[in-house]
């Protein structure tokens, strides 16, 4: 299994890692760390060297509770960051919703867009949905992923019934539709949205029941870096973000066993070293 994108065809029979680049004051864990251009830019070439197949850039933080960022400020944060960031030899993803944002970075030669609204955006100034600028494009890889409601009220008003099917039905939708404006299916990977509007039961029971994300026949990116839902890992106080390092790996590798492709992480070298182990124990299958 391939992800076409840009200007690489990802071969996915072995999981990648997709290192997050947050050029943002306040995202949930890193937010401020890398907001100016030459750190996020020595952040980048770290993640590479950390063993990154793929970085993911974003210049507006999707936080429970964040507030929606003015589009000149987005394309500010973002642009000079891609410019560089496409000469580094790897595959540049950027994460955004906006039509505008994403005609922007890929005219830049950014080779995926990572969109939490599945490109169900519109540019009211211009008229153009975000997923005609994946189909007018040609060869960009796209991943749509399940949110629901808005980043400002996703975690007060939650999911209700069984959360498999319907992120199921959601997803298949998006990618039918825009396979429907003529974007192969093999430009598509999926993404069930942990921590999008979902509560921490609903969150185990994609990983859970994972696999039945992968009938439809699309690779899965799934991105549980340390998220509040792996809070709740020890018997007395809840584990800040800065603290789910440990949890945040196994639910990466379990991801991966339960046959995700990608695993969007904060923590490339220590996501790379875990998988690498099951790398080795795979080699042993049905040895004595």
Known sequence: MHWQTSRFQINL??????????VTPDSFFDG?????????????????????DILDIGGESSRPGAQPLDIHEELARVLPVVRSAVTL???????????????????????IINDIRALRSLDKASGISAAQIIANHGQCGVCLMHMHKDPQTMQTQPMQGDVVSQVISFL???????????????????????????TVEQNFALLSRQSELLH???????????????????????????????????????????????VRVHDVKETVQALRVRAKISLYKGST
């Open 89 to 111: 030899g790897v595959p540049i993803s950027v994460d955004t919703y906006k039509p505008q944002v994403m005609q922007a970075v890929l005219d830049l030669g950014a080779d």
């Open 216 to 262: 439809a026949g699309y690779p899965l990116l799934v991105g549980w870096s340390r998220k509040s839902s792996l809070a709740g890992m020890t018997a007395s106080d809840p584990l800040a973000a800065d603290e789910r390092l440990a949890p945040s790996l196994a639910a990466a590798v379990l991801s991966i066993e339960r046959g995700a492709h990608i």
């Open 32 to 52: 401020g760390h890398h907001q100016s251009t030459q750190a996020a830019l020595k952040y980048c070439e770290r993640l590479i060297l950390e063993g990154a």
């Open 13 to 22: 029979t072995c999981p990648k890692v997709m290192g997050i680049v947050n």
């Open 172 to 198: 298949e939708r998006a990618a039918l539709d825009l396979q429907g404006l003529g974007v192969k299916k093999t430009r598509i990977v999926l993404d069930p949205g942990i921590g999008f509007g979902k």
